[in-house]
C-alpha cells in the first residue's frame, strides 16, 4: 500500500541489498539539474501513459518530485494500476536535499520551479514597467498574480506544466518496451 518515506528511511532502504526502484516524476530538465543517485526519469505524463506496463516490471517503488505534489498524482496513476508497494518520498528532492543526502547535480540546467519564477517575475516586470507606456498592459501583472495565487491554492501550476512541454524540458522519445526493461532489471 501507499505511504511516505523521509529522506532518512529511504537513504538506509537504499543502501540495502532489496532496495526499491527510485521512479523520479519531475521532468527531464529538472532531472537532469538534479536527482538522487541511481534514480529513474519518468516523468509524471509518461508515467500515466504507460502505467499498466511498469506495474510488471517492479514490486516495490518510491515516487519522487520536488515537493511532492507530483509524486502523489503518480502514486494515484500506479495505485489504479494495481501496484501495491507504492511509497512517497515525504518533501521530495527538497527533503532529500535538506537531509544532506546526495544528490548528481548538473549546474547548467534548471529546474522547473525556477524557470516558473522567472517567466512570472518577467511578466510581472514587464506589466508594471510596460503600464508607464502602454496603458492597461498592468494588468498583466495582476493576472499573473492571480494564476500564481491559483497555483498555490490547488497546488498545481498552468505556467510549469507549460514550460515543461517546451523541448529543452523533454526528454528524446522513449519506447516502453526499453523503459519497462530497464526499470525491470535489478541491480546488481
Not at 504507460?50 to 517492479?58: C, P, V
Not at 517503488?61 to 509524486?71: E, K, Q, Y
Not at 510581472?124 to 492597461?136: E, F, N, Y
Request: hydrophobic share 50%.
Amino acid at each position: 500500500m501507499c505511504s511516505k518515506i523521509d529522506a532518512a528511511s529511504l537513504r538506509d532502504r537504499v543502501a540495502a541489498p532489496d532496495a526499491p526502484r527510485l521512479l523520479d516524476v519531475r521532468t527531464p530538465a529538472e532531472f537532469a539539474a538534479a536527482h538522487i543517485p541511481g534514480s529513474y526519469n519518468v516523468p509524471l505524463d509518461t508515467l500515466r501513459e504507460h502505467r499498466a506496463e511498469l506495474r510488471g516490471s517492479m514490486d516495490d517503488v518510491v515516487l519522487i518530485c520536488r515537493t511532492g505534489a507530483r509524486a502523489s498524482q503518480a502514486e494515484r496513476a500506479l495505485v489504479e494500476a494495481g501496484m501495491t508497494k507504492v511509497h512517497i518520498l515525504e518533501g521530495g528532492i527538497v527533503a532529500w536535499e535538506a537531509a544532506g543526502a546526495p544528490l548528481n547535480r548538473n549546474g547548467s540546467r534548471w529546474d522547473l520551479e525556477r524557470q516558473v519564477r522567472l517567466v512570472a517575475g518577467l511578466l510581472v516586470l514587464t506589466g508594471v514597467v510596460g503600464g508607464l507606456v502602454v496603458p492597461g498592459l498592468e494588468w498583466l501583472a495582476a493576472a499573473i498574480g492571480a494564476g500564481l495565487t491559483v497555483a498555490a491554492l490547488t497546488n498545481t501550476c498552468m505556467m510549469g506544466m507549460l514550460l515543461a512541454k517546451l523541448p529543452f524540458n523533454r526528454a528524446p522519445a522513449c519506447a516502453a518496451e526499453s523503459m519497462v526493461a530497464l526499470l525491470g532489471d535489478r541491480r546488481p
